[in-house]
């Protein structure tokens, strides 16, 4: 087996592996809504996710370990697509909280790290934000 071929499995399976946490996190608090699965198609769509890895992991969303990635931006890249299927019903339930958590730290934050990260995107998502935050991401 060429070396290409064991960089694109494991990348697909680094794929799959978070398509599963968005899934579950999706899950979390009862029935998908369909802004929801749409999201989650969407995601899939992205991460080259097949129609039947799709099924099976809407089926059982945490069979699948977190695979963390190397670079910090991956792991923020990770963590925003997350939020962005979070506030796809635009609130954030203690359950979610759990499993945003418990990715993070799967994904290689500190705990104290994690909570940060956590309550800033929070805030940026749900447009708690000063303006003095505000300017600073605009003019970054």
């Given at each position: 087996?060429?070396i290409?071929?064991?960089?694109d499995h494991?990348?697909k399976r680094?794929n799959?592996a978070?398509?599963a946490?968005?899934a579950?996190?999706a ?5 998908v809504n369909?802004?929801e699965m ?7 769509n992205?991460l080259d996710?097949?129609e039947a ?13 977190i ?11 990770r ?10 019903d635009?609130?954030v339930d203690d ?7 418990k990715?993070a730290?799967?994904l290689?934050y500190?705990s104290?790290k994690a909570?940060?990260?956590?309550g800033?995107s929070?805030?940026i998502f749900?447009?708690?934000?000063d ?10």
């Amino acid at each position: 087996m060429p070396i290409l071929d064991l960089y694109d499995h494991s990348g697909k399976r680094r794929n799959l592996a978070h398509f599963a946490a968005i899934a579950s996190l999706a899950a979390v608090d009862g029935d998908v809504n369909s802004y929801e699965m749409k999201l989650l198609e969407r995601f899939a769509n992205k991460l080259d996710i097949s129609e039947a890895d799709f099924k099976e992991v809407m089926k059982t969303p945490t069979k699948y370990a977190i695979d963390p990635q190397n670079s910090s931006k991956e792991r923020l890249e990770r963590l925003f697509d997350l939020f962005k299927i979070i506030f796809a019903d635009n609130e954030v339930d203690d359950d979610e909280m759990v499993l945003l958590k418990k990715y993070a730290i799967g994904l290689g934050y500190p705990s104290d790290k994690a909570d940060k990260i956590i309550g800033k995107s929070i805030a940026i998502f749900s447009g708690r934000i000063d303006f003095d935050d505000y300017l600073y991401m605009i003019n970054k």
